[in-house]
Structures are given as structure tokens and as C-alpha cells.
């Protein structure tokens, strides 16, 4: 029997146990459309590719499989390529397909051609433009086994529609059965790891720094029983949030350039920093040659790229995040508690310096931004699932929501993209339909890709957008007032549309709230009601994100602003 | 430019964007590549990359590291620390003054250079060698009114157990 490229494409998506794509058809893919509707697989048609990309990263991140887009030739590749880039700087698991002009024309600028595979080359973690129907099975099984083994990202597979559209016989349909990748061999690892116990037993400061890919990796148990065991203080990047509970005394917080006081402080004072699973970047360590000045640096990482890149490791482990923890529990076990650091005194200092700066903010007349996100943290309790768009909210939401989960906060650290969180909270949504699931946005991020609304109506998720509605590209009017001078060079973006008359426009439940006494009652009604709703919080305008550590300068130079 | 140069060989399969890969791994670092060559191996699947560039030694682990990392690449070999045979040609069209045609013939025999084409006036030079050798040919092929040239950039071939300009049998091959 002859199969189509369309036909072997939904069998390949099959095999890899794919249940939903997020998509948008065109010309290119066509036939893929056409055949769509005779799989049983999901479909959510999405308003902008944008919105595709960012939501199948939103699926990918609260569950650990791989998400699927499915977006046309031309505009629809490149209007993806946002998305795509989200996800490779964030580490997420994703097969885009892109389709493309057919083979004889490729090459010739054709109705909706771009040469995506080059755009998208330094984006994904590899690409593919398929040239022959005997090797389209066997790529999109490569694609999806790349984008899940080692560091996980982003695949890009370029089908063009004559290959689509041509056939194969059955028997010679080859997909072959692929051997995951390992990284360091056991033996080696195990005496990085006993090294590692040693160095942290020897410690009378040590500090463990939680990276994305402890999520990425599925440690997150892994981490709490070694975190437990010995009683380590952690701080976390931006992408490590949820690795640990939020309620647990060891938590410290973010670190970095929003940081929490104590977390930055113990970062400078430790004399041992444990990094697991975080790739060092600028918004974390600050100034490089201050960053844990006092410590000796045990770094592991999946990827080698990171290790010794921004700071040089006195024990660099190239390990996947799960079976390093894994090993250093058994050990632990092994080794009852001969190695294990008095962490007492150290937990003292650190306690010192969160009772002398806690987070904070002081209440006025106006909605207090951070009162939203601790007020919603309180109602939401530690199950729901949070996205978040860029840049203000984004902070707050890290330093003043309280997660205790892993895989329930949604954020575009690395590449920092505006526009994500609605698509994003979308995925999580289909992928986790029991759950509630809350897109924080500011008033400029939430326009970028406000279109979703109609996606979120459509398939009828109960998403809540919370808008922190300050009139401003807040953190860049916060910049402007601290290193600018207060030149607001265009970071006001009043009038913004009526986001309730707009939500209502979509379909969706509008809700505002401009007094502090109005905030917990907007949030549950928001809350309970069944469908998708939009709560518009006009917030103090003028509220900044601190503490802030300027770009350049030692994480203990923190401005913790005006003292009101 | 700081740094020493590194001739790395880096082994790839043989697909149509792969040097793209490679090069983008440079530039996308404001990396530069000062020589680049490529071409097939014993297994036609297969395609050696050399590459020389100069950098110190801590961004060459770091791009070792990166190219390492690339789907298609098999393996990234640093060959600048011995173990490894290096080799460059040199294509030069010279235009002898006359009755300097003969004087060039001497030189190109002595060097153990070729002449591969004759024009109504000019000569093409075949000159192979390491690169220092090749810098020097330039010092002697001077005179003869140099006009053009080309050159192949590094290839290099790295192994266990060889001893660069050394015969098998013995004696020193030259190099």
C-alpha cells in the first residue's frame, strides 16, 4: 500500500505519542490539514504562529513532553521564530514544523518561501529540511528524540509540499529505534559526586544555587530529599522557581539582579556554591568577578557549553540534574552523617539578613502591584500553574508568589519575551485541564499577543489573566528614573483599550478593580468563574522592582529604594 | 590579534548545511575563522573540516565545546599541540621579467616546487608546504613580478604515533 507524506506524517506523530498540535494551516500545508482530521490527534488553532510556538512551550513546560506546532510556509515559519527562540533560550522540549515550498522551487523567492532552516539555525537546537519522502519518518523521530535528550530544545522540520504530497510504499517506511543519549559515564560521575560531597562537607558556608534544569530534569524530588538531608540554604535563578518549596525556611529566594537581599548576600558570603542546572547568565551573577568571591564553585550541568563559560568551576560536572542528585542521595546514605556541614550558624547569618531586609512594599491609596500577585498567590494556593509575560509583573511575581511546585511557573527567562504568557498559560491549560492555570501580565506585554483571548474563548480554557495595569512599560520606565536621568523616552503607553470592554469583545469575563479594598474580591470572582477571564488591576503607577542590582555591579550593591 | 593559532580538525557528516553550522558557531561569536577547508574521507558519509583560528586557549575550549555539541558534528580535534601534519598550497602567477625565466625554472626546481601552467608571459607556481614555508615562498616568488595568487588554507591530519617529517624508515623527509 502507498502511503502520502501526509498520511506517514500523523503515523510518525503517532509513534511519538503526540496527542496535540498547536498550529495554524496555509498554503504550504494543506494536505496536512486535510489529512489532519482523520487522526486522532488534537488540533488547537491558535491566532498568530506566535502564539503556536509559545503555547506548544507552555504545554512542554508544565509537562515535560515535547510540544508540537505545526505553522505554513513564509510569514507563518517566521512568525514562529519568537517563539522558537523563547524556548531554545529556555531549554524547553518542541518540534516545530514549518511547511515549505516545494523542492523544485525552493530557492527561486517563492510565494511564501523564506529559508527558515537558515533563520532558525542559531534558534534551534538543530533543524531539518526534509528533501525525500523515504526520510520523513525517520526525521521527525530524530527531531523529537534531539529535542528531548540531553538539554532539551527546540527542532525545527522544514517539509516542503511536494514531498507532502508524494508517496511511499509501506514496506519501505523506515523508522528506526533511536538509543537515547547518556552523558558522563556512571563511574565517572560517581567520583565527581563523592568529590563533590567532600568539598560540601568541608564547608562552613555552602549554598546551593537551583537552576531550570533541575525542572527540565525531573529532580525535583531528587533535590528536596538532598536539600533536607543536609540542610543547605537555596537560592534560585528566575528558571529554578519551583525547584524547591517556596515555604520551606532553607528557601532564599531569587537571586541576581532582582534577587532577594539575603540570597544575593549569601551568595557573596558562601564558601561554597553548589550550581545545579543553571547556566550562569549576566541577570544572575552581575558583576562576574564579584559573583561568590569568598567560594569554591561545584557547577553541574547537562550541557558542557555552560560549564566554565561565565564563572570557572572548581569541580565542573557535565551531569544530567536527576542522576547526579540521585547518586548524591545514595552516597549520603552510604555515608551516614560523617561529611555533612553544620549549617547552624550560617542559617543564622542568613536569617539575619532576611529579618533586616525582607521583600517588601508599603500600602498607599493606590492597588499596590504586589499585593495583587501575594493576594493571588494566597487564593490560588500552591497548585495553580503561573505564566508570565516580561519585565515588572514578571519580577514580582518571582519574588512575592509563593510556589511550591515544580512545573508551575511559566516564564521566558533567557530570551525575556513579551508576548508569552497568554499562549503559554493556553498549552499548560490543554495539558493540565484540571488545573488552574493564571497568565500575570503587565498592560504592554499582554497587547503583544492579546489575539489568544480568541483561542482561550474558542476552546473554552478557564485561563485568568491578571493585568498589573500601570500605563508604562514599567521596567523601563523603572530603568529610565534610576540610570536615565527620568527621561521617559516612549515607556508610557497609556491610553491602553479598555481591557474589560475588550476581554467582553472576545468573549471572555472582564473585571477591574482600582481600589485596594476591590483586589481579593475581583481575584475570586475571576477565579471561580468557569470560563476565561481578564482582570484589569490599575496598579500604583510608579512602583519599582526592588531590590535592583544595576547591571555591572556586585550582587551586594543592591538599591532597595525610596523608604517611604 | 591575541592569541596563538589552532588548527582544529573537526569531523562531521557530510549533509549540505553543515558547514553553515560550523561557520555560524564562529560568527555567531564574533568568532573568525582565519582558514577554513573541506572535503570528503574514507567514508563518503563523512566530510574533515580544518580550520585554523587565533584565539587564546580558553575561548578555543569553549568553541571545542560548542561545535561539539552540534547534531552534526562527530568529533572536534584540537591538532595545534603535535601529533598532527600540517599542509597548505599555494597557487602563484608570476611574470618573470625577460631573460628571468630561466633563474625561475632553477628556483622552482631547487624548492621542489611545480610549474602547472605556462602562459604567453607568465608562469603558475605549485607551492606545498607548512605554513612558514609557504610565507617564504612568497620572499622568493617576489621578484618575479607576483600578481596573483591562491591559497588552500590549513588542512591538517592528526593520529596516534606520528611523528610529523619523519620517514618511516628513516630520515627526515624534508619538512
Given at each position: 500500500m502507498k502511503l502520502s507524506g501526509s498520511q506517514i506524517f500523523f503515523k510518525a506523530l503517532k509513534l511519538e505519542q503526540v496527542e496535540t498540535i498547536f498550529g495554524y494551516p496555509g498554503g504550504a500545508v494543506m494536505d496536512l490539514y486535510d489529512e489532519l482530521?482523520?487522526?486522532d490527534i488534537d488540533h488547537i488553532l491558535v491566532r498568530h504562529e506566535q502564539g503556536a510556538a509559545h503555547a506548544a512551550d507552555g504545554y512542554a513546560r508544565a509537562t515535560g513532553r515535547v510540544g508540537v506546532c505545526l505553522v505554513t510556509s513564509g510569514p507563518g515559519a517566521t512568525n514562529a521564530v519568537t517563539g522558537i527562540a523563547t524556548a531554545y533560550l529556555d531549554s524547553v522540549p518542541m518540534v516545530v514544523f514549518t511547511g515549505q515550498v516545494s523542492t523544485r522551487t525552493i530557492g527561486n523567492d517563492s510565494f511564501q518561501e523564506v529559508d527558515i532552516t537558515g533563520i532558525t539555525r542559531s534558534c534551534t537546537k538543530h533543524n531539518f529540511l526534509v528533501r525525500d519522502i523515504a526520510k520523513l519518518a525517520c526525521t521527525i523521530r530524530e527531531a523529537f528524540q534531539i529535542s528531548r535528550s540531553g538539554r532539551p530544545g527546540p527542532v525545527l522540520v522544514d517539509l516542503p509540499k511536494d514531498v507532502i504530497q508524494s508517496f511511499l510504499e509501506e514496506e519501505d517506511l523506515d523508522v528506526p529505534v533511536l538509543n537515547p543519549g547518556e552523558t558522563a559515564p556512571p563511574e565517572e560521575r560517581e567520583e565527581a559526586g563523592r568529590k563533590a560531597l567532600e568539598m560540601i562537607g568541608q564547608a562552613c558556608r555552602p549554598l546551593i544555587l537551583c537552576g531550570g534544569g533541575i525542572l527540565r530534569g525531573k529532580a525535583a524530588e531528587e533535590f528536596r530529599i538532598f536539600v533536607k538531608t543536609l540542610n543547605i540554604p537555596v537560592a534560585s535563578t528566575l528558571m529554578g522557581?519551583?525547584?524547591?518549596?517556596?515555604?520551606?525556611?532553607?528557601w532564599l529566594g531569587m537571586a541576581g539582579m532582582h534577587g532577594t537581599y539575603y540570597a544575593n548576600h549569601a551568595i557573596s558570603r558562601c564558601d561554597l556554591l553548589l550550581a545545579i542546572g543553571a547556566r550562569l547568565d549576566d541577570r544572575v551573577t552581575s558583576k562576574v568577578e564579584a559573583f561568590a568571591p569568598r567560594a569554591r564553585v561545584i557547577h553541574v550541568d547537562?550541557?558542557?557549553?555552560?560549564?566554565?563559560?561565565?564563572i570557572k568551576a572548581d569541580l565542573a560536572i557535565e551531569s544530567d540534574s536527576k542522576a547526579f542528585l540521585k547518586l548524591l542521595n545514595r552516597l549520603l546514605a552510604e555515608k551516614?552523617?560523617?561529611?555533612?556541614?553544620?549549617?547552624a550558624s550560617w542559617r543564622r547569618e542568613i536569617e539575619q539578613w532576611r529579618r533586616e531586609v525582607p521583600l517588601s512594599y508599603c500600602l498607599n491609596e493606590n492597588i499596590k502591584p504586589q499585593y495583587v500577585v501575594q493576594k493571588l498567590g494566597e487564593l490560588a494556593g500552591g497548585e495553580a500553574i503561573v505564566t508570565t509575560d516580561v519585565g515588572q509583573h514578571q519580577m514580582w511575581t518571582a519574588q512575592f508568589f509563593r510556589f511550591e511546585r515544580p512545573d508551575t511557573f511559566l516564564t521566558s527567562g533567557g530570551l525575556g519575551t513579551m508576548g508569552y504568557g497568554l499562549p503559554a498559560a493556553i498549552g499548560a491549560q490543554i495539558a493540565c485541564p484540571g488545573k488552574l492555570v493564571i497568565n500575570i501580565a503587565g498592560d504592554g506585554s499582554i497587547q503583544m499577543n492579546i489575539q489568544e483571548l480568541a483561542t482561550a474563548v474558542n476552546y473554552r480554557l478557564p485561563v485568568k489573566i491578571v493585568i498589573l495595569n500601570n500605563g508604562y512599560l514599567g521596567m523601563v520606565r523603572q530603568w529610565q528614573e534610576?540610570?536615565?536621568?527620568?527621561?521617559?523616552?516612549?515607556?508610557?503607553?497609556?491610553?491602553?483599550?479598555?481591557f474589560v470592554k475588550l476581554a467582553e469583545a472576545y468573549g471572555a469575563l472582564g473585571l477591574r478593580a482600582d481600589k485596594p479594598g476591590q483586589v481579593e474580591a475581583t481575584l475570586l470572582e475571576g477565579l471561580k468563574h468557569p470560563g476565561p477571564a481578564v482582570m484589569d488591576f490599575l496598579v500604583e503607577p510608579l512602583e519599582g522592582v526592588y531590590p535592583i542590582v544595576k547591571p555591572g555591579e556586585p550582587l551586594t550593591n543592591m538599591y532597595l529604594g525610596k523608604q517611604e | 590579534m591575541r592569541g596563538c593559532e589552532t588548527a582544529l580538525s573537526i569531523m562531521v557528516y557530510n549533509k549540505p548545511d553543515v558547514l553553515a553550522r560550523i561557520a555560524g558557531t564562529f560568527s555567531a561569536r564574533g568568532y573568525n575563522i582565519e582558514s577554513i577547508s573541506a572535503n570528503t574521507t574514507m567514508n563518503p558519509e563523512l566530510t574533515r573540516i580544518s580550520i585554523t583560528t587565533r584565539h587564546d586557549k580558553e575561548v578555543i575550549r569553549k568553541l571545542e565545546k560548542q561545535l561539539a555539541r552540534l547534531v552534526d558534528v562527530i568529533s572536534v580535534e584540537d591538532l595545534s599541540n603535535g601529533g598532527a601534519v600540517r599542509r597548505e598550497m599555494l597557487l602563484a602567477r608570476v611574470f618573470p621579467p625577460p631573460g628571468e625565466e630561466e633563474r625561475l625554472k632553477d628556483l622552482v626546481l631547487e624548492k621542489g616546487w611545480k610549474i602547472i601552467a605556462c602562459g604567453d608571459d607568465s608562469f603558475t607556481v605549485e607551492v606545498t608546504g607548512n605554513q612558514e614555508e609557504i610565507t617564504q615562498a612568497f620572499l622568493h616568488l617576489g621578484p618575479f613580478d607576483l600578481r596573483d595568487y591562491v591559497r588552500t588554507g590549513v588542512i591538517s591530519l592528526g593520529g596516534k604515533g606520528i611523528i610529523p617529517g619523519k620517514l618511516q624508515n628513516g630520515g627526515p623527509a624534508g619538512a
Open positions: 482530521s482523520r487522526h522557581i519551583g525547584a524547591f518549596p517556596g515555604s520551606d525556611p532553607l547537562i550541557d558542557p557549553v555552560s560549564l566554565d563559560k561565565v551516614g552523617l560523617q561529611l555533612r556541614p553544620d549549617t534610576l540610570y536615565y536621568g527620568r527621561r521617559y523616552s516612549q515607556s508610557g503607553i497609556h491610553p491602553s483599550p479598555d | -
